[in-house]
Nanobody, 119 residues
């Protein structure tokens, strides 16, 4: 059964950095676009970043543009989210998910990793 497992979350001071990883089991990782989402307490889940399966084209939410970088290593079945200049507003549970193609639903989600940014 294919699973997505996020790691790398933790507690960091404002201005600090973290790198999240999302490891996928199974052989079809490279066939999917991958995305990162987050959900803060009392708020709806929101899109953070995504990367396409073939060309590696990236997309970012305006709130993280210039601070976060998404990347993928298909050989390792892993997608990363490098986060810099973190702000308290970035505090959330971060989830990775896979998408068959642009515009389709994200059909598999990880369990999430907590990121807490202290002021």
């Amino acid at each position: 059964q294919v699973q997505l497992v996020e790691t790398g979350g933790g507690l960091v001071q404002a201005g600090g950095s973290l790198r999240l990883s999302c490891a996928a089991s199974g052989r079809t990782f490279s066939a999917y676009d991958m995305g990162w989402f987050r959900q803060a307490p009392g708020k709806e889940r929101e899109f953070v970043a995504s990367i396409t399966m073939t060309r590696g084209t990236t997309y970012y939410a305006d709130s993280v543009k210039g601070r976060f970088t998404i990347s993928r290593d298909n050989a390792k079945n892993t997608v990363y989210l490098q986060m810099k200049s973190l702000e308290p507003e970035d505090t959330a549970v971060y989830y990775c998910a896979r998408q068959r193609s642009a515009g389709s639903a994200y059909d598999l989600w990880g369990h999430g990793t907590q990121v807490t940014v202290s002021s």
